[in-house]
């Protein structure tokens, strides 16, 4: 007797060869127009999946998860970030979470050095002149930018992916420093030349360039406060490829604004797909539409991790990339 293939309800549209796998393993329902769904469709989606697999766009908060049908056992996210989903009251209520960390790290990572590059050589402004036809031949004193070469980097979050932006930005001749909850094992500082402060604040004042490549979660939103961008030298520069909500937009748009901060690189926003009008309007900033991890080869050992969280859990074992409340 063939066994009942698993309700699997797909928020997004995925590349072909990964709905395609789904639908070979699973009665995989898709979305092959890629229109976010409503409150209301996932309400319906939770209410009606045995597995759910969502991305970044799909809140599942409490008012969401509490809604979900008894068959509903697995959230198999597609993505490594899981702020978008109330992981305790899923857990409470019995839903295993998945994410899929790894694969995207050197991607955010090459995304993240190329806005610490973008920035401070002002690759853009520079471009935007050739658009607009307004190069009018080479000056000495024109375009300048700020050398990277022997600057200071403080990285937030030394992860996976923190730890792929330092071993790029070491080989600029950055000096790579970082703050993160616990310090590195000993070897692996010692191989990526990592000063560890364990303060945040006393980092921030130092830094010449700050890198926040930490999760989004209760601790760390708004990490870099007001108060704390404040402690940056006014020459600094920021660069956010992680979550929108871990920097205080307002007050980082205010202080570039008013030339507090030397200029921002920022792929993710505080209310995506919103963006704060203030920070379009400056020269200053490189602004990307969360793009840190959107390559092919991405996208799809994404998708083949999340085929793998899912069979492995139908199968009856514990899945590779399960997330607990207690990791976050
Ligand atoms: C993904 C990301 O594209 O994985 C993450 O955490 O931020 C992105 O790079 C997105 O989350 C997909 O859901």
Redesign the pocket.
């Known amino acids: 007797m063939v066994a009942k293939k698993p309700v699997v309800i797909v928020t997004r549209k995925l590349p072909d060869a990964i709905e395609t796998r789904m639908r070979e393993l699973f009665d995989a329902r898709l979305n092959l127009d890629d229109r976010p769904m409503t409150k209301a469709e996932l309400i319906e989606a939770v209410a009606k999946a045995e597995i759910l697999v969502p991305?970044?766009t799909d809140r599942l908060d409490s008012s969401v998860l509490t809604r979900a049908g008894e068959n509903l056992k697995l959230i198999a996210n597609?993505?490594?970030?899981v702020d978008n989903i109330d992981v305790a009251t899923a857990r409470d209520r019995g839903i295993t979470v998945t994410n899929?960390p790894g694969v995207?790290s050197e991607d955010?990572a090459d995304m993240t050095m190329a806005l610490i590059l973008a920035v401070p050589r002002r690759l853009v402004e520079g471009s935007n002149v050739l658009h607009a036809g307004e190069f009018k031949g080479w000056s000495p004193t024109w375009m300048l930018g700020n050398r990277l070469y022997g600057k200071r980097l403080g990285i937030i979050g030394m992860g996976r992916i923190g730890q792929a932006v330092a071993k790029r930005a070491a080989a600029f001749g950055l000096q790579i420093h970082y703050h993160n909850r616990k310090p590195l094992p000993k070897p692996v500082e010692e191989v990526l030349e990592a000063t560890y402060w364990e303060s945040l604040d006393q980092m921030l004042a130092r830094m010449d360039i700050v890198s926040v490549n930490c999760p989004h979660t209760p601790a760390t939103f708004h990490l870099l406060s007001a108060r704390r961008l404040k402690l940056m030298k006014p020459s600094a520069f920021i660069v956010n490829t992680a979550r929108g909500e871990v920097i205080d937009e307002n007050a980082l748009a205010r202080m570039l604004e008013a030339g507090d901060l030397a200029g921002a690189g920022l792929d993710v926003f505080e209310n995506e797909p919103a963006v704060n009008p203030k920070l379009l309007k400056l020269p200053n900033v490189v602004l990307l539409p969360?793009m840190?991890?959107a390559t092919i080869e991405g996208r799809l050992d994404m998708g083949e991790k999340v085929i793998i969280n899912i069979k492995t859990f139908v199968d009856g074992h514990r899945p590779p990339d399960r997330v607990l409340p207690s990791m976050l």
């Open positions: 991305t970044v597609f993505g490594a970030g899929t995207l955010t969360h840190g991890s």
